[in-house]
């Protein structure tokens, strides 16, 4: 029996009738620009004419203050251009949280989704992994079986090289020292005997265990594969050791910089290893 059987096919509902093949409406960009900016004129008219004002307005502000009625005419354009940056953070949030609205909406009814599935799909690989595993340790012992096995073979070719060589000495030795015919025909005889057993020794001890071939991939009758892939996984248990091994990584320096700031503004003057200062920011208000 299939684990999976095929499921019902969800009936469509169309939400938005309008939103058909053809229909004469601009794309969204347009839209929400086009909305945007109806909003921002509704109260104010004259808001975009006065915002391109400001901002030209830079221009004629030197590159180098080097008077304080220089610096107080910037702090009026600087209040003016926060206005500005208020208002049109106003006018988007206003503009904005319909959008939103739906947006957090279709976001929870996908995250809900996604959840039972992956609560499915982590259930499932925890099993597949536990299978894996013990597959993979049943492997690395018939793999460390078959090395005994191969140092065991190893050791019993050189036992029977040895005592190869030992039994063609002593048969030789008792040819030398034959004293009749018939003592010497006996001891060639076992000599040819022995070398023989010491043959079939050798030809026994190089005969060893094969290798323990590699898992091939699962297939389902359906045309899933599923293979085993090794990964390196990693546990910090101590943090200060792990720390000196990646200081120099990027990402952890921006974490170290995010961090000391955060330390800095919450009101902390000294902290070993930064250099803390007070500096002047100029404020119009």
Same mark, same amino acid.
């Given at each position: 029996? &299939?684990?999976?059987?095929?499921?019902?096919?969800?009936?469509?509902?169309?939400?938005?009738?309008?939103?058909?093949?053809?229909?004469?409406?601009?794309?969204?960009?347009?839209?929400?620009?086009?909305?945007? %900016?109806?909003?921002?004129?509704?109260?104010?008219?004259?808001?975009?004419?006065?915002?391109?004002?400001?901002?030209?307005?830079? /221009?004629?502000? &030197?590159?180098?203050?080097?008077? =304080?009625?220089? *610096?107080?005419? $910037?702090?009026? *354009?600087? +209040?003016?251009?926060?206005?500005?940056?208020?208002?049109?953070?106003?006018?988007?949030?206003?503009? +904005?949280?319909?959008? *939103?609205?739906?947006?957090?909406?279709?976001?929870?009814?996908?995250? +809900? *989704?996604?959840?039972?599935?992956?609560?499915?799909?982590?259930?499932?690989?925890?099993?597949?992994?536990?299978?894996?595993?013990?597959?993979?340790?049943?492997? %690395?012992?018939? =793999?460390?079986?078959?090395?005994?096995?191969?140092?065991?073979?190893? =050791?019993?070719?050189?036992?029977?090289?040895?005592? !190869?060589?030992?039994? =063609?000495?002593?048969?030789?030795?008792?040819?030398?020292?034959?004293?009749?015919?018939?003592?010497?025909?006996?001891?060639?005889?076992? $000599?040819?005997?022995?070398?023989?057993?010491?043959?079939?020794?050798?030809?026994?001890?190089?005969?060893?265990?094969?290798? @323990?071939?590699?898992?091939?991939?699962?297939?389902?009758?359906?045309?899933? /594969?599923? /293979?085993?892939?090794?990964?390196?996984?990693?546990?910090?248990?101590?943090?200060?050791?792990?720390?000196?091994?990646?200081?120099?990584?990027? +990402?952890?320096?921006?974490?170290?910089?995010?961090?000391?700031?955060?330390?800095?503004?919450?009101?902390? %003057?000294?902290?070993?290893?930064?250099?803390?200062?007070? !500096? @002047?920011?100029?404020?119009?208000?």
């Amino acid at each position: 029996m &299939p684990i999976v059987q095929a499921a019902p096919e969800p009936e469509v509902v169309d939400l938005n009738p309008r939103a058909v093949m053809g229909a004469n409406e601009p794309p969204i960009e347009e839209q929400i620009a086009m909305e945007f %900016r109806e909003a921002l004129l509704t109260d104010r008219p004259d808001f975009l004419v006065r915002m391109e004002s400001a901002l030209d307005a830079l /221009s004629r502000v &030197p590159a180098k203050i080097e008077d =304080e009625e220089t *610096l107080g005419r $910037a702090g009026d *354009l600087d +209040k003016i251009l926060r206005s500005c940056d208020a208002y049109v953070t106003e006018v988007h949030k206003t503009v +904005k949280e319909p959008h *939103l609205a739906r947006g957090r909406a279709c976001d929870a009814e996908k995250n +809900k *989704l996604v959840s039972r599935i992956n609560d499915a799909r982590f259930a499932l690989r925890d099993r597949m992994n536990a299978f894996m595993a013990e597959r993979e340790a049943r492997r %690395r012992a018939e =793999e460390a079986r078959r090395a005994a096995e191969a140092r065991a073979a190893a =050791e019993a070719a050189d036992r029977a090289e040895r005592e !190869a060589r030992a039994a =063609e000495e002593a048969a030789a030795r008792a040819v030398a020292e034959a004293k009749t015919a018939e003592e010497r025909a006996n001891a060639e005889a076992l $000599a040819v005997a022995a070398a023989i057993e010491a043959e079939e020794k050798m030809a026994q001890a190089a005969l060893a265990a094969a290798p @323990v071939a590699k898992a091939e991939p699962v297939r389902s009758d359906t045309g899933s /594969s599923v /293979s085993g892939r090794r990964v390196w996984q990693s546990q910090v248990v101590d943090y200060q050791l792990a720390f000196m091994a990646v200081e120099d990584n990027p +990402k952890v320096r921006e974490a170290i910089d995010k961090a000391v700031a955060g330390l800095v503004k919450a009101g902390k %003057r000294s902290i070993d290893g930064v250099k803390v200062w007070e !500096a @002047v920011s100029a404020v119009a208000r």
